[in-house]
């Protein structure tokens, strides 16, 4: 069955035995494969400047360049790409380095073609199959085919200054995708700002959106600019729209209509120059039927609507993904990277990822602190997605409250431009409660502003 899914993948076959060559490349085309032989390290590194692999076959013992420099290089230039290590002087150290190095596979000659086939056929169902990724360049990690669709329409969109609609499960990548957009557009060079419109409270969101004139309301100790006039000249990313109270959105579609805004208590209308992009999990059309979301509002916003796939239908990129967060946390760590053993990220692929992105980033994360030395052993990895389950969207009650609660602490203080008694105030609740509320969630005040 995986040899049927990878027929067409394009393997670069690495020996300076060219008998041997030839006859490994006879076997492995035998399967479905494209084959291209090399006998040297600097060969290949020649040969992959211009073509693209889906994964190395390489000798360990070479001239000039040896299996294991040659796959230092590889990690450098193309971390994504696996390579299978062959070797007529075996031995468990070996292996062994060759595992801590990030090998796929170690293969001791004379080659066993099943354990071959077994290795390349593991090898692409866990990396996936490469394609052109000079598609874009956005910040976003892949090599799905999807993705690289999408991101060649973020290409196109940039310039234009249509409103666009994402939709996605929560934990796609929403905000990345919109980043994206605003990074090809023509207002790059200005601000991006983004805003959860479902983590702000309803009483909030207005002044957090328009802003509002110093004594507006009980609290208002200043003005605040709000958030469209501080993504003037650039984009305001309204994460979660379906989530906007109804009174908001006729405001918010009046602001599309005449690109002018009106902070609270202020008399004068300002003028605005924003892309907006948009982005919701809900199913608006749905939420229109049941009036909670305006049809002259999703028509202006939805004028190009983009679907992020969920991480189960792209899971070409979930060794991607899970590498390349084990190489940020190292970097922030300062510490050396860690890498996933096969069986463990054999693990992470076969997963379905309900929590798409965002699951995938905190099981690395639990991983990575949990592993002592440099390779991920799979049982880790299977204790992480079990525990990990419970903590996927949709959140608990309980845990929904905390999340609203915390949210709502930070904003009501921004609101007080950081002042605790004047929040407190907003908040209808007396000091001593508010300060608890700060203590409990871990609130620092002093970087409220």
């Excluded at 490469?130 to 085919?145: F, W």
């Excluded at 290409?155 to 499960?169: F, Y």
């Excluded at 602190?369 to 440099?374: H, I, N, Q, W």
Aim: aromatic share 6%; charged share 25%.
């Amino acid at each position: 069955m995986l040899a049927e899914q990878n027929q067409g993948a394009r393997i670069l076959l690495v020996d300076d035995d060219a008998s041997l060559l030839k006859l490994l490349a006879i076997r492995i085309e035998s399967k479905g494969y494209q084959v291209t032989t090399c006998e040297s390290g600097i060969a290949a590194l020649q040969l992959l400047k211009n073509n693209v692999f889906d994964a190395v076959v390489t000798d360990l013992r070479m001239d000039e360049m040896d299996g294991m420099a040659l796959h230092r290089q590889l990690q450098n230039r193309y971390p994504a790409l696996p390579v299978l290590m062959m070797t007529a002087h075996g031995s468990i150290p070996d292996a062994v380095e060759a595992t801590k190095q990030g090998i796929f596979a170690f293969i001791t000659k004379p080659v066993d073609k099943d354990e071959l086939f077994d290795s390349l056929a593991k090898a692409i169902e866990i990396h996936g199959l490469s394609a052109d990724e000079s598609a874009s360049n956005s910040n976003i990690v892949t090599r799905s085919g999807a993705m690289l669709h999408l991101l060649e329409q973020v290409k196109l969109l940039g310039p234009t200054q249509v409103n666009v609609l994402i939709s996605g499960a929560s934990g796609t990548g929403k905000e990345l995708l919109a980043n994206a957009i605003h990074q090809h557009s023509h207002v790059s060079e200005g601000p991006f700002v983004a805003i959860n419109c479902g983590a702000v409270p309803g009483e909030l969101l207005e002044s957090e959106l328009f802003g509002h004139k110093k004594g507006a309301f009980t609290g208002a100790i200043k003005d605040h600019q709000g958030l469209f006039q501080q993504a003037q000249g650039g984009t305001l990313f309204l994460d979660e729209i379906g989530d906007m109270p109804l009174n908001l959105q006729v405001k918010l579609l009046r602001v599309l209509q005449e690109k002018t805004i009106r902070p609270v208590g202020f008399e004068e209308e300002i003028p605005i120059d924003v892309r907006i992009v948009s982005a919701t999990h809900k199913n608006l059309p749905d939420a229109i039927a049941n009036q909670q979301f305006r049809e002259d509002l999703y028509y202006r916003l939805n004028v190009v609507n983009l679907k992020l796939p969920p991480l189960c239908e792209r899971r070409e990129d979930v060794s991607l993904l899970a590498q390349y967060f084990s190489s940020t946390i190292a970097k922030r760590m300062n510490q050396k990277e860690k890498r996933f053993a096969n069986d463990a990220m054999y693990a992470l692929v076969r997963h379905d990822w309900p929590g798409n992105i965002r699951q995938l980033q905190n099981v690395v994360e639990q991983v990575v602190a949990l592993t002592p030395g440099v390779v991920i052993s799979a049982q880790l990895v299977e204790s992480a997605l079990n525990s990990n389950a419970s903590n996927v969207e949709p959140l608990s009650l309980n845990d929904a409250k905390k999340e609203f609660e915390r949210d709502y602490v930070i904003n009501t203080l921004k609101m007080a431009g950081g002042n605790v008694a004047e929040g407190a105030k907003l908040a209808k609740r007396n000091r001593s409660d508010f300060y608890k509320l700060i203590k409990k969630h871990n609130i620092d005040v002093d970087t409220i502003c």
